[in-house]
């Protein structure tokens, strides 16, 4: 079965303080890895998405996230969080094509503190 | 580019009335369209697929009779919630892919929050 787990429920970090979101996955053929930020009242801004090439891809705001098959993970990072960044993120995992339903992780809420 | 708008971010409606929520993909054309609910502090729950001149495609557990789902061009998504009741009161959230994008990335919209009193 397919699944999608965040272990992080919470995350507090310092201003400037590198980051890490765990995102582990279970899914029967090759999957098509995102990422999404929630900030509060709102929808869901794509950060990056994997689906081929290079395992280590780049998104917006200064992230990152690197597949590993091997792990069946696709952790997200951040060398230095700003205070903008506290929100909700999701991972979420897809098989590709545009009617395909994603599966989503149940979110990590991250806390920056000055 | 890929933005998708919802209307109206928030409403405030009576137990017994419907509300339409209208979700547009603004500079792309949406193959397909999905309905999400998410409650406080959780993930999106998907209530239904549609593509565009087709009937939706529904979650198990969401009544198709209750939330209606149109999806009559490339760029307009409607969910009505018919005769709404307080446990109807959510976030709602659609998002939109296109071929042009053939992982099938969603691009979501801001969401519309719905109290029904």
């Known amino acids: 079965a397919q699944s999608v787990t965040q272990p992080d429920i919470h995350i507090t970090v310092s201003e400037g303080a590198s980051l890490e979101l765990r995102c582990n996955y279970s899914?029967?053929?090759?999957?098509?890895l995102f990422w999404y930020v929630q900030s509060p009242g709102q929808g869901l801004q794509l950060l990056l998405k994997y689906f081929s090439g290079d395992t280590l891809v780049q998104g917006i705001k200064g992230f990152e996230a690197e597949f590993k098959r091997s792990q069946s993970s696709f952790n997200l990072r951040k060398p230095s969080v700003h205070w903008s960044d506290a929100a909700e993120y999701f991972c979420a995992v897809g098989a590709g094509g545009t009617g395909n339903q994603f599966y989503f992780g149940t979110g990590t809420s991250l806390t920056v503190i000055p | 580019g890929a933005v998708v708008s919802q209307h109206p971010s928030w409403v405030i409606c009576k137990s017994g009335t419907s509300v339409k929520i209208e979700c547009r993909s603004l500079d792309f054309q949406a193959t397909t369209m999905f309905w999400y609910r998410q409650f406080p502090k959780q993930s999106l729950m998907l209530m239904a697929t549609?593509?565009?001149?087709?009937?939706?495609?529904?979650e198990q557990g969401v009544e198709k009779d209750k939330f209606l789902i149109n999806h009559a061009s490339l760029t307009l998504s409607t969910l009505t919630v018919t005769s709404a009741h307080p446990e109807d009161s959510s976030f709602y959230i659609c998002?939109?892919?296109?071929?042009?994008?053939?992982?099938?990335?969603?691009?979501f919209g801001p969401g519309t929050r719905l109290l029904v009193l």
């Open positions: 998002s939109a892919s296109s071929l042009v994008e053939p992982e099938g990335t969603q691009y």
């Open positions: 549609s593509n565009e001149g087709s009937k939706a495609t529904y």
């Open positions: 899914y029967g053929a090759t999957p098509y």
